[in-house]
Nanobody, 129 residues
Framework: EARLVESGGGLVQAGGSLRLSCAAS????????IGWFRQAPGKEREGVSC????????YQSDSVKGRFTISSDIAKNTVYLQMTSLKPEDTAVYYC??????????????????????WGQGTLVTVSS
């Protein structure tokens, strides 16, 4: 069974940092794209970041650019989202998703993607002011 399991969420003060992990099993993050989305209460799901291990491209949305960094460890079959300078508006449940048919993350292609093969269960990030 293909699964993604997020971890690393928690409560942090504004200005703090967290590192989220997205551990894959039953699928490989190699030669694919993994995206991070978030959803805050009462708001629509928002694409945050994407990494393609196919072409090496990454993408960060304008709301997190310069603060969040996405990376992958193929050997551990895991994708990470390093979050720094956190703001209260970053509070949300963060989900990772497997997008095997997406060849690149350049130009925010994952924001227009409509096929998500696997989703994780989410991890809650709460940033206090």
């Amino acid at each position: 069974e293909a699964r993604l399991v997020e971890s690393g969420g928690g409560l942090v003060q504004a200005g703090g940092s967290l590192r989220l992990s997205c551990a894959a099993s039953g699928l490989t993050v190699d030669d694919s794209a993994i995206g991070w989305f978030r959803q805050a209460p009462g708001k629509e799901r928002e694409g945050v970041s994407c990494i393609s291990t196919t072409d090496g491209s990454t993408y960060q949305s304008d709301s997190v650019k310069g603060r969040f960094t996405i990376s992958s460890d193929i050997a551990k079959n895991t994708v990470y989202l390093q979050m720094t300078s956190l703001k209260p508006e970053d509070t949300a449940v963060y989900y990772c998703t497997y997008m095997p048919s997406l060849p690149t993350c350049s130009g925010g292609a994952f924001l227009r993607n409509r096929y998500f093969e696997v989703w994780g269960q989410g991890t809650l990030v709460t940033v206090s002011s």
